[in-house]
């Protein structure tokens, strides 16, 4: 099992930028991709980005494009999500996901974390 803990969501500003953080724990040993995925109200879950355990391999959603980065740490256990010129739009849970590829992830993660909220405010 692999557990994924997410942080640093919060309230942001329209056009300010934030980092989220997802921290994985457990059968790390393993090498897992790791990702991002959103659900805004009354919407269903949607992929957001993802990179291969090595660190070479993203992709991201048309929506984050160009002004997101997801990176990983050194330690490798740990991946960031950098949003930036946030719109109201990007209000949502954003959960952490892992899984044995980028596109596993993208298709059906196998394990995901319990969330964090992050608010857009014009």
């Known amino acids: 099992q692999v557990q994924l803990v997410e942080s640093g969501g919060g309230l942001v500003q329209v056009g300010g930028s934030l980092r989220l953080s997802c921290a994985a724990s457990g059968r790390t040993g393993s090498n897992y991709a790791m990702g991002w995925f959103r659900q805004a109200p009354g919407k269903e879950r949607e992929f957001v980005a993802a990179?291969?355990?090595?660190?070479?391999?993203?992709s991201y959603a048309d929506s984050v494009k160009g002004r997101s980065t997801i990176s990983r740490g050194s330690a490798k256990n740990t991946i960031y999500l950098q949003i930036n010129s946030l719109k109201p739009e990007d209000t949502a849970v954003y959960y952490c996901?892992?899984?044995?590829?980028?596109?596993?992830?993208?298709?059906?993660?196998?394990?995901w974390g319990q969330g964090t909220q992050v608010t857009v405010s014009s």
């Open positions: 996901a892992a899984g044995t590829s980028v596109r596993s992830i993208m298709l059906a993660a196998n394990y």
């Open positions: 990179i291969g355990w090595s660190g070479g391999g993203t």
